[in-house]
């Protein structure tokens, strides 16, 4: 089936420092989407891109849509205290959204 | 506008014992998801339904695991007889249709010992 590779696994940065981290696949999607779970609670939609190529920024966040349609990346820029959790990628062809396995986010103060 | 609700929050039980799991999705959203949540691990679609009809049970484990929704709106899921293994996090989603925006539920924590 469809997998998604997400790295890095673990980030631990310094509070102000800036984070990527991206998710590639073998198959094309139509759709990526970045969530971010916090402990005790489900994911929460961050970012959604519909086109390729397209480049969107919500806040601090920006994420692109790759060229291929088989990649994605997140950047964080200036991280705080409360970006901490676990970041998942997610693309999604037509009613099916296939998950990366996260990106477990600690930022130290 | 209310996000998607899921019920109870947290859960103990023993193995080959039953629970069962609520879930009222966004209202008037067709779509609604489980997904299953290992720790350390992205969430994976359990069944897929539209309005009331199963779109995709395939990755269900259907010997011990079941979900309706009958009405279109809200659903349950079961679980019959638990696994030590099936201890996870069981997530809600809805969507307003196929392929649109899917939002989650908080989850509901299952611990089987």
């Known amino acids: 089936g469809q997998q998604l590779n997400q790295s890095p696994q673990s980030m631990f940065i310094q509070e102000g420092e800036d984070v990527s981290m991206n998710c590639t696949s073998s198959s094309i999607f139509n759709t990526w989407l970045w969530y971010k779970q916090e402990p005790g609670e489900g994911p929460v939609l961050l970012i959604a891109l519909y086109k390729a190529g397209e480049l969107t920024s919500n806040g601090r966040l920006t994420a692109q849509f790759g060229i291929t349609r088989k990649d994605s990346f997140l950047n964080i820029s200036a991280s705080i205290p409360s970006d901490v959790g676990i970041y998942f990628c997610a693309g999604q062809l037509t009613d099916k959204l296939v998950f990366g396995a996260g990106t477990i986010l600690r930022v130290k103060s | 506008e209310a996000g998607v609700a899921q019920s109870p929050r947290y859960k103990i039980i023993e193995k080959r014992q039953s629970v069962a799991f609520w879930c009222n999705p966004i209202s008037g959203h067709a779509t609604l998801y489980w997904y299953q949540q290992i720790l350390g691990q992205g969430p994976k679609l359990l069944i897929q339904f539209q309005n009331n009809g199963v779109v995709d049970d395939s990755q269900l484990p259907k010997d011990r695991f079941s979900a309706e929704r009958l009405k279109g709106v809200d659903s349950t899921l079961k679980i019959q007889p638990a696994k030590l293994e099936d201890s996870a996090v069981y997530l809600c989603?809805?969507?307003?249709?196929?392929?649109?925006?899917?939002?989650f539920g908080e989850g509901s924590w299952l611990t089987v010992v």
């Open positions: 989603a809805s969507s307003r249709w196929t392929g649109n925006t899917i939002y």
